[in-house]
């Protein structure tokens, strides 16, 4: 669900070291079972996703939600079980998008998503819809980059150097954002809380916002988030009742959509794939289940 994906990143405000979130009634371990809904909105979602299938949409974001958060987001893969299980659960649904921060092509390629039998609906909104892949046609759809990217993309190694950044700070070119990671410095939260502001700052002066992550700070345009892919998407689809399943502050978006949906008498379920790094979203949803394992658990009960 990532994201910024697997380049996601925990905010200073969240201990490092929380416990997982986890109330009781959402949590799902990696048995068979469909788990119940702590709200009455969640299991009201739930119900109309199993009675109307043939309208319903699952969307889910890639790092942290369908692969597990690594050090080296080149190195992130999906969890073996999440593409057998979409493949026996997609046929049934009006749709499957994958609404991610990541460049859709590599989405694509990272969660082995192409030429799979029975995920001929299978959607890819990359770069936070920005980007889009179908797999009914196999083509990628990709406009051109806001200039401040660019502005940016030139400006960035400087500001890093100026700022005496630790070993392990890394960046990430998206193509249509830029993003800086803290994951491998010597402390992560620490170099987070000292570049946010400063990136901020860059990404003012070009007309860029700054979106936190899980130990990541993406600088990408105004107007383009989870929330309006997602929105977009399911009305493309004429679509009924939506699960959504995230991990991270990228995903707030898409819970806020889900949540206006239903708010005018749409069904939906809200699933956490839970973490120690962030809360937020767990605090926000219907379900809460064990990270990447816990999402295909919940795929293949689906």
Known sequence: MGSPDAHADAPTDVPAAAAPHATPGRALGTGAEIPGPATPGGRAGLAALREEPERSVVALDFDGTLAPIVADPDQARAHPAVVPALARLAPRLRGVAIVTGRPAELAVRYGGFAGVPGLENLTVLGAYGAER???????????????????????????????????GVSTEDKGLAVAVHTRRAPDPSGA????REPLSELAARHGLRVEPGRFVLELRPHGVDKGVALTAYLAEKDAGPVLYA??????LAAFAAVEQRRAQGVPGVLVCSGSTEVTELADRADVVVPGPEGVAALLAAL
């Open 192 to 195: 987070f809380a000292a570049l």
């Open 133 to 167: 892949w179908d797999a009914a046609t196999g083509e990628v759809s990709v406009p051109p980059p806001d200039p401040g990217i660019a502005e940016v993309r030139a400006g960035l190694p400087r500001l890093l150097a100026s700022l005496g950044v630790p070993e």
């Open 246 to 251: 995230g991990d991270d502050l990228g995903d």
